[in-house]
């Protein structure tokens, strides 16, 4: 009998090993505390620094990570740890021994995917995630369950807590992004390793995971393009003003006219109009647009201690029905490949602009020369910006422009004759 059966046979009594006692863990911890309907209870708790002082007794932890994972009383790992290579190894040992597991890493989820649903199969155990995209709202689930492959044409949203909360901070408040960076971090909406969150790793990771959930396709983010926001400056911010946008990062996938998906997460000229341009602070949100539905709006905070404990357990809730990810759309998908050839109009902007290929746009639109800072919209094919790296280079800045991709193949006619009348060739 595995432990999954076990779990549904019995009263239904989930024990848990948890792994990690930081922002989440502590968090789940209290919620759990509050919810003794549930039926749930933690053994033992294993953390990094046997040293370090606790809020609750020494005796609930451990270094030893093998005294939960071996322990057969325990039914459900909960893995909430920052460190994505010790996570890979907790979650592939306890899926081994048909513990079922609840994880809140999307970067150690996003790199192993392919290994980690061949696992679930293998061993027949069920594996959640909900918290590791967009923390408290429930976005998973939803796209697993809602929505069918052949209807859903895109989704697009804001999936970072920390960097939503950082721009917030610059335009709202003018603070400085170093500034900003720290209230993120004490706020425990940032990564422990803030790289993650603004180069825009944590976003990616979070569309790698979507990805497969909303149109079956499993991509690493090396596959697609992402950028984060740490390269936008004060100066792109005055612009951003003055044309009434805000700026946000924003992750999209659409199915283009070819059948293909586009997918990229980048900073983004989002105006008043767009929903996106309302969520503030840590707050995140995705739209999905569908044939018959049209859109729906997702919003809900994508950081913090209780938001996040509340999606881990609302998947130790799902694990006492024996909920597991179907993975239907990668099992019946229609072979959905990622592509790049499409167009996106883009804002840069930059402090010499020697660094700017211009033979690489279609054609330019606008052009300011400034003494400190430069700035041009233009065209430019997805697949340059793909396969090239001066754009992510310090010193230069690339925003989208509302609306940003364009598919329509004449434009292709007319790109020369608009790069001679803006004298770039
Ligand atoms: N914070 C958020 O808002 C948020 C939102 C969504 C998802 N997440 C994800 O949730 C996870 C946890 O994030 P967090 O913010 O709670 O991190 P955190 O506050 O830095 O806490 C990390 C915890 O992991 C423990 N740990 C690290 N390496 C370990 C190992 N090898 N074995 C056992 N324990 C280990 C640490 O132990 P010590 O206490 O001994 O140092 C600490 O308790 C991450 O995957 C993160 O991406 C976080």
């Known amino acids: 009998m595995s432990i999954n059966q076990s779990v549904n046979q019995s009263t239904g009594q989930l024990t848990i090993g948890l792994f990690g006692f930081g922002v989440v863990g502590k968090g789940l911890y209290d919620v759990l505390h509050t919810t003794p309907t549930l039926q749930a209870s933690i053994k033992k708790i294993c953390i990094k620094n046997a040293g370090k002082k606790r809020s609750i007794p020494a005796e609930n932890f451990t270094t030893e990570a093998a005294l939960l994972l071996n322990d057969e009383s325990i039914n459900v790992?909960?893995?909430?740890?920052?460190?994505?290579?010790?996570?890979?190894?907790?979650?592939?040992?306890?899926?081994?021994?048909?513990?079922?597991?609840?994880?809140?890493?999307?970067?150690?989820?996003?790199?192993?995917?392919?290994?980690?649903?061949?696992?679930?199969?293998?061993?027949n155990t069920a594996f959640l995630y909900e918290a590791a995209c967009c923390a408290s709202m429930p976005i998973v689930r939803n796209?697993?369950?809602?929505?069918?492959?052949?209807?859903l044409k895109s989704i697009r949203g804001i999936i970072n807590g920390s960097t939503n909360f950082i721009l917030t901070k610059i335009f709202e408040e003018e603070l400085e992004f170093r500034e900003a960076l720290t209230l993120a971090q004490q706020a425990g909406f940032a990564e422990s390793n803030p790289k993650l969150d603004v180069g825009g790793f944590d976003a990616a990771n979070k569309l790698s995971i979507l990805l497969a959930h909303s149109f079956g396709v499993i991509a690493k983010p090396r596959e697609f393009l992402f950028n984060g926001i740490e390269?936008?400056?004060?100066?792109?911010?005055?612009?951003?003003?003055?044309?009434?946008?805000?700026?946000?990062?924003?992750?999209?996938?659409?199915?283009?006219?070819?059948?293909?998906?586009?997918?990229?997460?980048?900073?983004q000229f989002v105006t008043p109009k767009d929903d996106l341009y309302h969520v503030q602070n840590e707050f995140n949100a995705l739209t999905t647009e569908s044939s018959f539905a049209d859109t729906h709006f997702f919003k809900g905070k994508g950081a913090g201690a209780f938001p996040t404990a509340s999606a881990v357990l609302s998947d130790i809730?799902?694990?006492?029905?024996?909920?597991?990810?179907?993975?239907?759309?990668?099992?019946?998908?229609?072979?959905?490949?990622?592509?790049?050839?499409?167009?996106?109009?883009?804002?840069?902007?930059?402090?010499?602009?020697?660094?700017?290929?211009?033979?690489?746009?279609?054609?330019?639109?606008?052009?300011?020369?400034?003494?400190?800072?430069?700035?041009?919209?233009?065209?430019?094919?997805?697949?340059?910006?793909?396969h090239t790296g001066w754009w992510k280079q310090e010193g230069v800045s690339l925003i989208l422009c509302p609306e940003p991709i364009i598919e329509n193949i004449d434009y292709r006619k007319v790109s020369k004759r608009s790069l001679e009348l803006a004298g770039v060739i």
């Not at 796209?143 to 209807?151: G, P, Q, S, T």
């Not at 911010?237 to 980048?266: D, H, M, P, Q, R």
């Open 77 to 123: 790992i909960v893995e909430l740890i920052d460190d994505a290579d010790a996570a890979y190894h907790i979650v592939k040992t306890a899926l081994q021994k048909g513990k079922a597991v609840v994880s809140a890493n999307k970067k150690m989820i996003a790199e192993h995917f392919e290994e980690l649903l061949q696992l679930q199969q293998e061993n």
């Open 143 to 151: 796209l697993e369950e809602y929505y069918d492959n052949d209807l």
């Open 231 to 267: 390269n936008i400056s004060r100066p792109d911010a005055v612009v951003a003003g003055e044309k009434k946008y805000s700026i946000k990062l924003v992750a999209n996938a659409k199915k283009l006219e070819s059948g293909k998906l586009a997918a990229f997460v980048l900073p």
């Open 317 to 386: 809730s799902a694990l006492r029905y024996n909920y597991k990810y179907e993975y239907k759309k990668i099992h019946h998908r229609t072979d959905t490949q990622l592509s790049t050839d499409y167009y996106l109009k883009v804002f840069i902007s930059t402090d010499d602009l020697a660094k700017i290929r211009k033979e690489d746009f279609e054609w330019i639109e606008e052009w300011h020369n400034g003494f400190k800072q430069s700035w041009l919209v233009a065209v430019i094919h997805a697949g340059k910006l793909f």
